[in-house]
């Protein structure tokens, strides 16, 4: 038996992962064993998935195999676009310049920051009282 050949992407955002299998196919997507709509209600989150396919390759002809885990909904769908981008790169070296420039394959490090030691939070201070 033939293995399918698939190229694997992985992109993080916050505390979110994304691990992308990308092969060739019908166009189906799979997330966590459940459907692309129904993981990411919002057709906004969808665009912005599928932006880097759209762009460089038919989202018809390809089927995309998600696993995400932690962060928030916004945080994974962005996760999952760069994981998307880094497969497409590994398939197609030539539009790495492309996807640079669309800011695709910038990670975002902007992360929670910890709380500190005899204050509130992680800069907030407890009240202050003069007398």
């Known amino acids: 038996m033939a293995q399918k050949q698939e190229t694997i992407g992985i992109g993080r955002r916050k505390t979110a992962v994304s691990s992308v299998r990308m092969r060739k196919g019908t166009g189906i997507i799979d997330v966590n064993g459940r459907s692309f709509e129904e993981y990411f209600p919002l057709q906004l989150q969808r665009d ?52 640079k420039t669309l800011g695709f394959l910038t990670r975002d490090p902007r992360k929670k920051e910890r709380k500190k030691y005899g204050r509130k939070g992680a800069r907030k201070r407890f009240q202050f009282s003069k007398r």
């Open 48 to 99: 912005l998935i599928l932006a880097p396919l759209s762009k460089f390759s038919s989202p018809a002809a390809i089927d995309l195999i998600v696993r995400v885990k932690g962060g928030g909904i916004e945080a994974q769908a962005t996760a999952t676009r760069l994981g998307i981008s880094r497969a497409i790169v590994q398939e197609q070296e030539e539009v790495r310049g492309d996807l």
